[in-house]
């Protein structure tokens, strides 16, 4: 166990094994490591910034359903608003139809009713010159005496 | 071959000698500077390599989402050292976190090599050159001279730094008043002395110390069935040998995971110290 030139290579061989340690393995390695890390470090920021956003999209998601539920409280009272208005309205205007109707009725009552009687008050004319006739078994001029059966029809 | 011959086979290293006198003292059997350890820089290279094979293959298919198995157990590794790195040193320097995993991988997976048989590569290694004497030491950490090179290399740095960060007069100010305070410099300066050397040398001495004896044990552990175990009386003792050698395995394991944790920290700190700036320090 001498101490020897061995001991110079050695020490060459030493530095070179650092050296080619450094450039082939702890370089690239710990390199490689280090991104390792700073990559789960920022998947996890990411993470809390997505766990964040989604509680924040939640609180939104939470007023706008909120919203949403007054607006269509809103809409459904119009509606029923506007539905009774519309009943309303028509129930007036068929109030109104039904009174129209039943005067145009009565109109057309009435004439009927004038009819008939101007229509009988002409048959009993005829009847009574008839009847005067063969009361009376001589002509009567219908010309003549229209006048006076005018006024006999008339008072009927 | 003896049992002191089988150890001290086993213990010595393939060396080049680079000059003829190199030759000489190492064929005396003395010690000599201009040689080359082979079995040492082969071993440790190859497993250098393999690291930087390994790691360029993962490197091409690293995924970001779903990671694999294997790029998950390396990962955890970076993810244990840099935790140590976080721990133990203040400040920032992009050096010290791959210069720790380098340490605790090469450091590791030459210890790793204390808990193959001890004489299942030297084995291979005499068949293949033919040499039955051929030498093969095949635990780079159980040479000094691989935890000296990188001991060393921590202490250049830890010197690199102490200037770099406390300047060369808050550098010698560590010498000249820690940790006694102005009134008594020599003191200071031999204790300082003391206390920086002392970091390189422990680092090395720890770690070659560990597997050396670590290694040793293998040895003997393996001369149980090679003494022992002849005729009838290996039935007794083949099986104590491969109880023995399990259990030293399995806490042979601990010892080189905690050996290249060890090595790993101490840089840590020893650099984080070096960092440190003179503002607490008596002057």
């Given at each position: 166990m001498s101490i020897n030139a061995t001991l110079l290579i050695q020490m060459i061989a030493f530095v070179l094994l650092i050296w080619f340690v450094n450039k082939v393995l702890w370089a690239p390695l710990s390199k490689l490591m280090e991104d390792r890390q700073k990559k789960i470090a920022d998947g996890l920021s990411a993470a809390e910034k997505g766990k964040h956003e989604l509680e924040l999209a939640e609180q939104k998601a939470k007023e706008v359903l909120k919203d949403a539920k007054t607006q269509a409280q809103n809409i459904l009272g119009q509606a029923e608003k506007r539905g009774s208005e519309i009943v309303e309205d028509a129930k007036v205007k068929a109030a109104e139809e039904a009174d129209r109707i039943k005067a145009s009725a009565q109109a057309e009552i009435e004439q009927e009713v004038s009819r008939a009687r101007e229509g009988l008050r002409k048959e009993v004319a005829s009847i009574a010159i008839s009847g005067a006739e063969k009361i009376l078994a001589k002509e009567v001029d219908a010309a003549t005496h229209n006048d006076m059966l005018e006024t006999l029809v008339k008072s009927i | 071959m003896g049992t002191v011959e089988y150890i001290q086979h086993h213990l010595t290293n393939n060396t080049l000698a680079l000059n003829a006198e190199a030759q000489e003292a190492i064929d005396k059997g003395q010690m000599t500077f201009w040689a080359l350890n082979l079995d040492t820089i082969a071993i440790s290279f190859l497993i250098g390599a393999l690291i930087v094979f390994v790691a360029a293959r993962l490197g091409k298919q690293l995924e970001t989402g779903k990671p694999g198995g294997f790029q998950n157990f390396v990962e955890s590794i970076l993810d244990f050292v840099s935790t140590n790195v976080r721990d133990a040193f203040p400040g920032h320097n992009a050096l010290i976190a791959p210069l720790a995993l380098t340490i605790f991988l090469w450091v590791w997976l030459m210890n790793f090599?204390?808990?193959?048989?001890?004489d299942l590569l030297p084995m291979l290694f005499q068949v293949i050159t033919g040499n039955e004497h051929a030498h093969l030491k095949?635990?780079?950490?159980?040479d000094l001279n691989t935890t000296l090179a990188m001991s060393f290399t921590v202490f250049a740095l830890i010197l690199f730094y102490n200037v770099k960060i406390k300047g060369v007069w808050g550098f010698t100010k560590m010498f000249l008043f820690h940790p006694f305070g102005k009134f008594l410099i020599p003191v200071n300066i031999v204790m300082t002395l003391i206390e920086e050397v002392s970091k390189p040398l422990s680092l090395a001495l720890r770690l070659f110390g560990n597997m050396f004896a670590g290694e040793l044990v293998f040895l003997l552990i393996a001369l149980i069935g090679g003494t022992l175990a002849v005729g009838a009386a290996a039935l007794f003792w083949a099986p104590l040998q491969v109880l023995l050698d399990l259990g030293w395995l399995i806490f042979h394991l601990l010892v080189i995971t905690l050996q290249a944790f060890i090595f790993m920290v101490l840089t840590i700190v020893y650099l984080g110290m070096a960092h440190e700036d003179d503002a607490e320090m008596g002057h």
């Open positions: - | 090599m204390d808990l193959i048989p001890v095949v635990v780079p950490t159980t």
